[in-house]
């Protein structure tokens, strides 16, 4: 299930064609029924550990009255390069239905593609082009849709401080996990949209990687609870929760209703409008209040145990609207943090240490986290005495 930081965009697959070769047998020459195909959020070029990358879905929808099958999806620039390429495999994991898989499409059915792409140094493109491969059942042909442009958002990300101090804090999200934050649509107000498309859940560790002092249970033995939540710019207090429950085991926590699933929160909107989501909070222990401004750095809330999670943690995402789940995410970068390393194998996350990266230099700056890093917001300098202290 995990995957490394960067997934292979095109694993054994040579059929990159920037000077046009490995051309492919032509399609059937037919009109026929395609899919409806659309990216509904213009994507934004951020960077993680070093490099670009988009991220972005691309929704496909059956209008015709016979199944179609998704074969290959090559993303194109405007010179005809091959931005990414999926089939077989990278295909299948990367494509989900709208309710289970999603390589075959019945009529009225849509699958989503996630796509998240590493992007060549200087090269960001301004559009992109889809062109999806495919079968309509009972024939044994393969069809192809060119799809319209799809334009690319040349807008920077906002530039955010620490929502939290210090470290070792885990960043826990990976666009492979099927329930994960990149891949849960809601559609609560007429329109489906993915809030978590980069949300992030810290969880504290400590430098044996560990999230628990003593009883992995008890609520208040995690490493984090009731550590400073921060303001990571300045703005204005457009939302907050502060008296969900907390249960004092992690084993008792119950579930919640869709509406109640971020616990206490709060929601902070930044001077461009995007407002910043803390989710998870303690209860009685959220620090502002509505109407309220407050400046960067700020100390909002407590680290805590409620609504929908399995431990401790904070959850953090921007969003264009002031709506937990009815707003699409954002990207955003924070203006630096040290990377300590990486959590290669999530399943044995919390009981090994992590990996000290090889070839990344440690001080990272104006970067989104990668997935499932271990970071410390501060510069190295500042860290060097909370990392003796133990
Ligand atoms: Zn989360």
Do not use: C
Request: proline share 8%.
């Amino acid at each position: 299930m995990i995957r490394p930081i960067h997934w292979p965009l095109l694993p054994g697959l040579a059929l990159l064609s920037a000077a046009g070769q490995a051309r492919e047998e032509p399609p059937a020459a037919v009109v026929r029924q395609s899919f409806d195909v659309t990216v509904p959020q213009a994507p934004t070029p951020v960077k993680i550990l070093g490099k670009a990358e988009l991220t972005y879905e691309i929704h496909l929808t059956n209008f015709s009255d016979s199944p179609l099958t998704v074969k290959r999806i090559r993303i194109l620039d405007r010179a005809n390069k091959t931005l990414a390429e999926f089939a077989g495999e990278t295909l299948d994991r990367r494509l989900a239905g709208v309710s289970g898989p999603g390589g075959s499409v019945a009529p009225g059915s849509r699958s989503v593609l996630f796509v998240e792409t590493d992007l060549q140094p200087g090269g960001v493109p301004r559009a992109f082009r889809p062109i999806i491969d495919y079968k309509v059942a009972g024939d044994d042909r393969i069809f192809r849709t060119e799809a319209p442009w799809q334009e690319i958002n040349a807008a920077s990300p906002v530039i955010l401080g620490p929502p939290l101090a210090g470290g070792p804090w885990a960043a826990v999200h990976d666009p492979s996990w099927q329930r994960g934050h990149r891949r849960v649509f809601y559609t609560i107000d007429g329109r489906a949209r993915l809030p978590g498309r980069y949300a992030i859940d810290f969880v504290k560790l400590d430098q044996q990687g560990r999230t628990t002092t003593g009883d992995a249970d008890r609520t208040g033995d995690a490493f984090g609870y009731g550590d400073d939540v921060l303001a990571v710019a300045d703005g204005e207090i457009v939302g907050m929760r502060d008296d969900v429950a907390e249960s004092a085991l992690i084993s008792r926590n119950p579930a919640h209703p869709l509406g109640e699933g971020a616990g206490n929160y709060v929601a902070l909107r930044l001077g461009n409008g995007q407002v910043a989501f803390y989710e998870h909070l303690r209860p009685g222990n959220v620090r502002v209040r509505l109407g309220e401004r407050v400046r960067q750095g700020q100390v909002i809330g407590r680290l805590g145990f409620t609504g929908d999670t399995t431990g401790p943690h904070l959850h953090f995402h921007l969003a264009d609207a002031n709506s937990l789940l009815g707003a699409e995410g954002v990207p955003f970068v924070f203006d630096r943090f040290v990377l300590l390393g990486r959590i290669d194998d999530m399943a044995q996350f919390g009981k090994v240490p992590w990996h000290a990266p090889k070839d990344l230099t440690p001080e990272r700056l104006r970067e989104w986290p990668g997935f499932n890093i271990v970071l410390a917001f501060g510069t190295v300098e500042s860290l060097k005495p909370r990392q003796t202290r133990r």
